[in-house]
C-alpha cells in the first residue's frame, strides 16, 4: 500500500530549473533525471505516489507524452512501479549502486589517528561534571533509606525541568514530567504506548537514524515528509506535506526535531510551530517533538516549545522530549518526557518492562548542572561557533563545490555533493584516516546518497585533518566533479 501521494505542485516546485535549455537531452529525459534525482534526494520518498500523468503535465506546461515518457524512462530503469488501476508508485532499482568504490590507494594520512565523525557529540566539560557527581554524592544520604525506584523520576529534578519549561514560556508542572534514561529512552517509551505494530508515524526526512530503528523495531512504519534546507527555519519543514500525509495514511504519531533539526541544524519559526499544533489537533496525531538540541543554539535562540503554541489545546497530543546528553554530556543518562499527567500515568504503568527508573546520582547530578546555570553550556556554543567557522573554511577550499547546509544551531552540516557517493565515500574515507555517516542513514530506503552529514563537534585540529582526508577519498573515487546544479540549491 502506498504511504501518501505526492502532488504536482510539489514536484514542479522540487523540481526547479529541470530543462536542459541548452537541447542536449529531451525534454522527456531531463525531467526523468530530474525526478530521479529527487528520489536520490529524499524529496519524493519511496512509496509514495507520483501525480498523475495529466496534473504533472499541466504544473510543469509540458505536453502529455513528455510526463508519459519520462515515467516509462523511470519505469524502465526501475525507480517506477505499476499496477492496472493505480497510479505510479516511487521504488528504487534492485541493485541502485552507481558509485561503488573501486580499489583505491590505501594510505594513512600524517598525523596518524582515526577521526570519527559518525558522532555528533561533544566531550564532556570534565569540572562541571566532576563537581555535579560531588554534589549528587552529599546530597544522596536522604535517597538510602528509600527503595531508590521512582519511575517518574526524583521530585526536584521534575521541578527543575518543569521550571525550565515555565522560563520558555510554556506552563508545566512536575506531574508533567517523566525522567528517562536519555532521550532515546525516552522515545522508545512513548513508542511502546503510542504506536502499535503497522501503524504509521510520520518523521522529518531526513531525521535522527536511531528514531528511524526505534520505530521500526515497534513495527510501526515510516512516512517520511522532506525537509527541504533551502527554505531555511521557516519553509524548510513542508507543513502543507505534514498535514496531507498525517490525513491521507492516518498516522498514529509524528518525530519531528523542530529545534536545531538532526542532521540540518535548521530551527522551525513560530509560525510554523503554530501550525504543527494545529495539525496535531485536527488530524488526532500525537506530535512528538525532540528537543534534544534545543540548548545548542549558536546564532539565535529557539522559539517558545512548539506545546506553548497549543494555548487551550491541554489535550491536543504535544509531546515534548528532551535531554542533558548534548548540552553537557551523552554519558550522564538524563532524558525526560513532557506531557499531560494522563501520559504520564500510562507512561510509568508500563515502564517496568523495561527499567524501574533512572539511577538516583545520575538525576542528582543532572539536577546540580540543571541549577548551576548556562555558564558551561555558552562555553561549549562558543567553541562550536569557532569549529563551524573552521569546518565551513576548510570545506570551501578543499570541497567548493559541496554545498553546505548551515543552520542556526546543533553539531553538525548536512553537506550535498554533486554526484550519489555517500555510499562509496563513507567505504573509502577510513582508508583516509576519516569515519562518516553516510547520507542514507538518515533516511528511508536509499535517500540521501547526495549527503554527508559532517560534525564539527570535534577540536578544529581534527576537522583540519578530516577534511583533508575526506577530499583525499573523494578524489580517489574517480569522479569527475562538475559545478553543483541550480535544481536543489
Not at 273 to 284: F, G, K
Request: aromatic share 6%; with cysteine.
Amino acid at each position: 500500500m502506498m504511504m501518501h501521494a505526492v502532488g504536482a505542485r510539489t514536484v514542479s516546485r522540487d523540481l526547479g530549473a529541470w530543462r536542459d535549455d541548452a537541447g542536449r537531452r529531451p525534454a522527456y529525459r531531463s525531467l526523468a533525471d530530474g525526478i530521479r534525482l529527487l528520489v536520490h534526494d529524499g524529496r519524493i520518498p519511496l512509496g509514495s505516489a507520483l501525480p498523475g500523468e495529466r496534473d504533472l503535465a499541466g504544473e510543469l506546461k509540458v505536453s502529455r507524452t513528455t510526463v508519459t515518457t519520462a515515467y516509462s524512462v523511470l519505469r524502465e530503469e526501475g525507480y517506477l512501479s505499476s499496477r492496472q488501476g493505480s497510479r505510479s508508485t516511487v521504488t528504487l532499482p534492485v541493485t541502485s549502486h552507481d558509485h561503488e568504490p573501486t580499489e583505491v590507494q590505501r594510505r594513512t594520512l600524517p598525523d596518524g589517528g582515526v577521526v570519527d565523525l559518525t558522532y555528533a557529540a561533544m566531550t564532556a566539560p570534565a569540572s562541571a561534571v566532576q563537581d555535579a557527581y560531588s554534589a549528587a554524592l552529599q546530597d544522596l544520604p536522604p535517597f538510602l533509606d528509600t527503595f531508590g525506584l521512582e519511575p517518574r523520576g526524583i521530585t526536584t529534578l521534575r521541578e527543575a525541568i518543569a521550571a525550565r519549561y515555565r522560563a520558555r514560556g510554556l506552563e508545566t508542572t512536575p506531574a508533567q514530567i517523566m525522567v528517562t534514561s536519555g532521550a532515546q529512552h525516552a522515545l522508545r517509551l512513548l513508542l511502546g504506548v503510542l504506536v502499535a505494530p503497522g501503524e504509521r508515524v510520520l518523521v522529518d526526512h531526513p531525521t535522527y537514524p536511531n528514531a528511524l530503528a526505534a520505530i521500526r523495531q515497534v513495527g510501526g512504519r515510516l512516512v517520511p515528509v522532506p525537509v527541504r534546507p533551502e527554505g531555511g527555519g521557516s519553509q524548510a519543514w513542508d507543513l502543507q506535506g505534514i498535514r496531507s500525509a498525517a490525513r491521507q495514511t492516518a498516522a498514529r504519531m509524528a518525530y519531528l526535531i523542530p529545534d536545531f533539526h538532526n542532521p540540518t541544524g535548521l530551527c522551525l519559526d513560530d509560525a510554523g510551530r503554530t501550525e504543527l499544533a494545529r495539525i496535531a489537533r485536527d488530524t488526532s496525531m500525537t506530535l512528538v517533538v525532540d528537543e534534544t538540541m534545543v540548548d545548542v543554539w549558536l546564532d539565535a535562540p529557539p522559539p517558545a516549545p512548539v506545546a506553548a503554541h497549543a494555548p487551550g489545546l491541554a489535550r491536543s497530543g504535544v509531546v515534548s522530549i528532551g535531554s542533558l546528553s548534548k548540552s553537557h554530556w551523552g554519558g550522564l543518562r538524563i532524558g525526560w518526557i513532557r506531557a499531560e499527567p494522563e501520559l504520564i500515568t500510562r507512561l510509568a504503568g508500563t515502564r517496568a518492562a523495561w527499567d524501574f527508573g533512572t539511577p538516583v546520582m545520575d538525576q542528582l547530578a543532572g539536577l546540580h548542572l540543571l541549577m548551576a546555570g548556562d555558564g558551561p553550556v555558552e562555553e561549549r556554543r562558543e567553541l562550536l561557533r569557532s569549529q563551524r567557522t573552521v569546518l565551513l573554511d576548510e570545506l570551501s577550499a578543499r570541497l567548493p563545490d559541496w554545498v553546505p547546509t548551515v543552520g542556526t544551531g546543533a553539531m553538525s552540516l548536512w553537506l550535498r555533493m554533486p554526484a550519489p557517493l555517500s555510499t562509496a565515500l563513507a567505504a573509502t574515507a577510513p582508508s583516509y584516516g576519516v569515519v562518516l555517516a553516510a547520507g542514507p542513514r538518515f533516511g528511508v530506503e536509499g535517500a540521501f546518497e547526495r549527503y554527508i552529514r559532517f560534525p564539527y563537534a570535534r577540536p578544529a585540529e581534527e576537522l583540519r585533518r578530516a577534511v583533508a582526508g575526506v577530499a583525499a577519498a573523494y578524489e580517489a573515487l574517480g569522479v569527475s566533479v562538475e559545478p553543483a546544479d541550480s535544481m536543489l540549491v
